[in-house]
């Protein structure tokens, strides 16, 4: 039953063919099946009970949390050791918007340590793997709700989105990943990472699932001053609407084969999979266009992320002392304490990224470093804005392939392909609403391709979203190798 | 002295006390209530938490702005400054920096300092939050976070002081501008304004326009008092000026110094080289807020009068001496009084006289404010009523006013029919009468040329009636009946 969509669960609780009990046992012992195989979680609560059931679509359903949404009286590490202990006295609002939907917390999944990588092995709990293939990474930071997801423990779990951390594992996991315009879901409770880039979001198996659970986690918080009011937003209606220019278009410089002369077979597989999907866009009677954006702008773009997200990142932890919360370090006066609370406590992934970050907001750096890449972020939103004039979305490949073995992975990139890699970044720098769907396999292995769309034109971004799922065979799927019948 | 010049700069910061929240925190802005009670989460740094801005703080900080005859800005924004300190939990300070523009830019104020007006120029103002407060004990060190996030105002000025005395009437200025603006209790007692303050000499017989003239700036931080303040500067001259006359200035590096209240001396803290870097950078939780002109306009509309302002028009209106009026001014609360009792009807000349004599004085003997004092403007009515009527001579009211304040009973209560003035004309001939029967040899005197045997007569009318005849119709009588003899 879990491996079903939520409007399926949801008639089946109401017709009784099933309770929430039985839904959220179910996911429990899935939970401790996929801990085993994947590694996936933090917290599995046990002792959950089920819930009622209402008119809620997501009410009595069970759900996941990554682990850096604030939950009250539940451990939230943020996968990280500086938090291994902490359990939070207030809950993020997206999440109390969840409760008050009647939806039924079953865990908290393993990520990234505090959203600062791209690949789930950095959670303090150790390395989480995909569930299509234990010997690759499920990438990141969400990756815990993505190996969750595939494998079936609930039909959606929420993630977090500072540079691709929902929609990439999405992708690699063969599942639905959305981060919808910034501060559409309220960020209060949410551990803060780049807070300029930083997306709630959720990960699914279906579009319409994702515009439900979005729909319930979204509003004006008077917590939240980047927030904004959505209620006239209905993204589940949108799913079934005929919305928009039926325009769409995809980039040269990143999705042109002859642009990669090193391109491995996965790669060259991969991009004629998106040139197919393509073709479906024509299929449903959308005009595609392939269009030019200045290649030095795009090449810019990982140093703008790193800069930027850096940057914000060394600051929003440096309430990351031992002193309030998080274990007490030692040594003869404060910065000692802070210096070894902080040193035990981080990876060494992080420490990296914060020398940079301190490194660039320095006086004599900082124009050079900081303020140039705020300035390259908003030329390279201008040219998506310029596209959006003309199209309702830009459509392109996630990624240069499917999951990544763990085996020598490294979190830097191999140049050649690197706009590839990280060109969803350009969605957290405009803060544009972004999905990434399944659309085929490249060595038995799940692929991707993301649709972005203008700012607080997500429900554009569902009806393009719903209809192309619509053509293809992957909606729903489980994780073959995790697949419980 | 004379042959040099001190130029001083001050940074004044001063809290706004006036606000009922925070300045990014819902909790109360009282950090007397018992310690960590007024505490909100983001007070304390916790993980997920954001800064909401206090609208009212705003205001009033764009009120002091506007007093200060500063510009400002188009647009209100935040900046984060960056640095570990135990009382700092979130690891940044918000604040504002100089770009973009801070509430108020520019401006000047204009100050008396021993009976001369004088002008300093300002820099900047602008408003962040306050730090927690920490108390050191033997072994061990508390902090209460009741503090943090309460709003406060920086003011730094040019350095246009030439003296530790002009720095000190200018803040005693400032302190009486806050508090009749409503901005602030502005209360150093309680900490709520804290001092840095910068000093360097020249040369007199150098042009002070030219800043290639001015000598080394040091700087003295957290000066507490005002007369802390005087005694620093005053000390830190002398101290230069021996550098100075030793030949060893020109070695002083520029550096921080600290301000030792037990020894009455300034001790070398660090040097200019080992200044820390805040790494500004732009709050990205708190999105530019555009300034309407109405908005503006509004608040300027609604700056009270000034000490200032009211001083004149007590001179002006009142036709109160230079004197009386500044006496009145220089406490908001004593002003207030005053013009309360004016508007409940007490002449204005009697209410200066019995404010700045009576209820100042009986106020400052009892170690209270005006605030607290048992006889109100109401009280102060009554009595000033009882000698209209004549129920009372102005003896008695002195009398009435000290016996009510200690037995804290309302005047009119000793203001019986049994010591009534007596006014009564017949009453007073017959006494008169039967006195100067009594006098004949007196009388005698008098008439030869004695005439001020005339206040003997007065004296044994009031002595036959305890004092309680009125004056004047005594007077007029006993000097018809004497003419009659």
Redesign the interface.
């Known amino acids: 039953m879990l491996e079903k969509d939520i409007l399926s669960i949801h008639d089946a609780l109401v017709r009784g063919e099933v309770t929430s009990e039985e839904l959220v046992r179910e996911a429990i012992k899935r939970s401790h099946e996929v801990e085993e195989s994947c590694n996936a979680f933090v917290t599995i609560l046990d002792d959950q009970k089920g819930g009622e059931v209402t008119d809620n679509l997501l009410s009595g359903i069970p759900y996941g949390l990554k682990d ?3 939950t009250k009286g539940i451990l ?1 590490t ?1 996968s990280s050791n500086t ?1 291994k202990d ?1 359990v ?3 809950s ?1 609002t997206s999440v109390l918007n969840l409760e008050r939907a009647g939806a039924v917390l079953v865990n908290k999944t393993a990520m990234d340590e505090f959203g600062m990588g791209g690949t789930g092995t950095t959670c303090h709990t150790g390395v989480v793997t995909n569930p299509w293939d234990h010997t690759r990474m499920t990438a990141g930071s969400s990756a815990g709700s993505a190996a969750a997801v595939a494998s079936g423990v609930y039909p959606y779990a929420t993630g977090s989105d500072t540079g691709d951390s929902i929609r990439k594992p999405a992708a690699y996991c063969g599942i639905v990943g959305y981060k919808p315009t910034y501060g559409m879901i309220s ?6 990472f ?3 880039l930083d997306h709630c979001g959720v990960l699914t198996r279906s579009v319409r699932d994702a515009a439900i659970v979005a729909d319930e986690m979204k509003g004006i918080d ?5 927030s904004w009011d959505s209620s006239y937003m209905h993204l589940k209606e949108a799913c079934d609407k005929d919305l928009g220019k039926k325009k769409v278009c995809y980039i040269k410089e990143i999705c042109d084969i002859t642009r990669y002369p090193n391109a491995t077979e996965e790669l060259k597989s991969h991009l004629e999979n998106f040139r197919k999907t393509i073709d479906k866009f024509k299929e449903l009677g959308y005009q595609v266009d392939e269009v030019n954006i200045n290649e030095k702008l795009l090449a810019a773009v990982p140093s703008v992320y790193v800069i930027i997200s850096c ?2 990142a ?2 929003n ?5 031992g ?3 998080g274990p007490r370090g030692e040594g003869e006066n ?2 000692e304490m ?1 210096k070894d609370h902080r040193t035990k406590g981080f990876s060494s992934l992080i420490k990296r990224r914060f020398v940079i970050g ?1 490194y660039v ?3 004599e750096n ?1 124009e050079r470093y ?1 303020r140039n890449a705020q300035r390259v972020r908003r030329l390279i939103v201008d040219e998506y804005k310029k596209l959006f004039e003309s199209y309702d979305a830009v459509v392109l490949p996630v990624g240069s392939g499917p999951a990544k073995k763990l085996e020598g992975s490294t979190d830097i990139l191999d140049d050649s392909t690197q706009i590839l890699e990280e060109h969803l970044q350009i969605g957290n720098f405009g803060g544009f609403p972004s999905i990434t769907i399944p659309d085929g396999f490249v060595n038995d292995l799940p692929v991707g391709i993301n649709i972005t769309c203008n700012c607080y034109e997500d429900e554009l971004m569902f009806s393009i979203a719903s209809k192309l799922e619509g053509t293809m065979n992957y909606k729903g799927q489980i994780a073959k190798e995790a697949r419980h019948d | 002295m004379t042959k040099y010049l001190a130029k001083i700069g001050l940074e004044m910061h001063c809290e706004i006390s006036k606000t009922k929240s925070k300045v990014f925190s819902s909790a109360k802005n009282d950090y007397n209530d018992a310690p960590n009670t007024s505490v909100r ?1 983001l007070d ?10 206090n609208k009212e703080a705003v205001r009033l900080a764009l009120m002091a702005s506007m007093i200060l005859h500063s510009k400002q800005p188009e647009y209100i924004w935040f900046e ?1 400054k ?1 640095y ?3 009382d700092l ?4 300070q918000i604040t504002q920096d100089n770009n973009p523009i801070p509430v108020g830019i520019g401006g000047y104020v204009e100050y008396e300092c021993h009976g001369e007006m004088k002008k300093v120029r300002v820099t900047n103002i602008h408003l962040e939050e306050d730090s927690a407060s920490l108390d050191h004990y033997d072994t061990t060190s508390t ?1 209460n976070y009741n503090r943090s996030g309460v709003p406060l105002l920086e003011l730094v000025t040019e350095p246009d002081f030439h003296s530790g005395e002009e720095a000190m009437a200018f803040l005693e200025h400032m302190r009486s501008v806050y508090q009749y603006a409503g901005i602030s209790d502005a209360d150093t007692k309680k900490g709520q304004i804290r001092c840095d303050v910068n000093v360097s000499i020249m040369d007199a017989s150098l042009d002070e326009a030219n800043p290639e003239n001015w000598g080394t700036k040091v700087e003295m931080k957290n000066v507490n008092s005002f007369g802390g303040v005087r005694d620093a500067i005053n000390y830190e001259i002398e101290r230069q000026i021996e550098l100075k006359e030793n030949g060893t200035y020109d070695e002083m590096p520029q550096q921080t110094r600290r301000w030792d209240e037990e020894t009455y001396s300034t001790i070398y803290m660090r040097s200019k080289v080992d200044a820390l ?1 805040y ?1 500004y ?1 732009v709050e ?4 530019k807020y555009k300034l309407t002109k109405e908005w503006l306009e509004e608040i300027r509309a609604s700056i009270p009068k000034l000490a200032m302002e009211r001083k004149q028009e007590y001179i002006e209106n009142y036709h109160l001496s230079e004197y009386d009026a500044g006496v009145l001014i220089k406490e908001k609360s004593v002003s207030n009084y005053f013009e309360e009792c004016v508007r409940l009807g007490i002449e204005a000349k009697v209410a200066a006289n019995w404010v700045t004599v009576n209820v100042v004085g009986e106020c400052n003997k009892l170690e209270i404010s005006i605030d607290e004092f048992y006889i109100t403007p109401e009280y102060l009515k009554q009595i000033m009523d009882g000698m209209k009527e004549g129920l009372i001579s102005s003896k008695q009211a002195k009398e009435i006013f000290y016996k009510s304040c200690e037995e804290k009973k309302e005047p009119k209560t000793f203001m019986s029919k049994d010591n009534a003035q007596i006014s009564d004309r017949e009453e007073l001939l017959h006494l008169i009468t039967s006195i100067l029967d009594e006098n004949v040899s007196q009388i005698e005197q008098y008439k030869n040329g004695k005439t001020n045997l005339f206040d003997f007569f007065v004296g044994q009318v009031m002595k036959h009636t305890r004092g309680k005849a009125n004056p004047v119709i005594t007077k007029e009588i006993l000097t018809e009946e004497l003419n009659k003899r």
Do not use: C, H
């Not at chain 1, 008077?222 to 980047?226: A, G, H, I, V, Y």
């Open positions: 850096n949404y604030s939230s943020g938090l902490y939070p006295f207030f993020a960020r209060y409770g949410l551990f803060a780049a807070s300029s008077p917590n939240d001053m980047t940057a914000e060394t600051s932890m440096s309430n990351l002392t002193i309030v919360f404060y910065i802070m301190s907001l320095q006086k900082q900081f | 989460p304390m740094g916790f993980p997920g938490t954001l800064p909401v801005v984060r960056n570990y300190y135990p939990p979130k690891g940044y902090i870097d790494k950078f990205p939780n708190i999105p």
